[in-house]
């Protein structure tokens, strides 16, 4: 398999407010979100990035889809450095999390037509690919909804739809179930397992052990901005339950200094 993406080093620190301190219970007004991290992923598997709420894991995300710079360290994506070349990197990866939306006064129609102008997509590639997706999520009859007038479920599936306008090799998730129904969940979990069989490369971030043992192959750990335990799935567990395994590696590795 290819390596489609190398992570080396990266490191991420953040300076906190005073009100950001009181709620860390710190003197520090300095906090590493990301600790040394390294890891690789390969084409036709899919990676998943796991830890609690507040690990590391969108802040690797953001330095992984060039939205923030890692203090430190690089990754390669497709070869192409994420410092040196950032805008070569977006064009070989789509990148999802819930914290961007999509603008609500917009329909599906537009917006992917938009996104698809916006990457460069031949119209006659546009539109056949818009009817593939549109027809797996089952957007085709909201097609001209407003998005604002979508469903939570609908809306995530249209925001899938939207970054894959460009067929990308790497495609970088943050939560991509997070508050949606057993559903429309499957849907989306199902279409990950069909890109990987594609052979993309996946990078999937939750705190949901159930998704990781259905999809990933590989799995990484993050505790406090730390990578503390990572490689194939079967062997991070031990013979164990994720969630059982998970709780073992956290109780030996919360609150140590690095």
Known sequence: MECLLKADKLRKTFKLNKKQMKLDHTDNPLKVAVNGLSFSCFG?????????NGAGKTTVMRILSTLIKSDSGDAEICGVSINKDPETVRKNIAFLTSELKLDDFFTPNYLYDFYSALRGVPESTR??????????FGIKKFAEVKIGELSTGMRQKVSIAISLVHDPKVIIYDEPTNGLDVLTAKTVTDFLLELKNQGKCIIVSTHIFSLIEKICSRVGIIIEGKM???????????????????????????????
Not at 44 to 52: K, R, S
Not at 127 to 136: A, G, I, Q, S
Not at 231 to 248: H, N, R, Y
């Open 44 to 52: 036709g598997e899919i990676y998943g990035l796991l830890g609690p």
């Open 127 to 136: 539109n056949t690919r818009k009817t593939m997706l549109f027809d797996k």
């Open 228 to 258: 503390v335990r990572e490689g194939a799935l079967k062997d991070v567990c031990g013979g164990k339950s994720l969630e059982d395994a998970f709780f073992e590696i956290y109780s030996e590795n919360a609150g140590n200094e690095s």
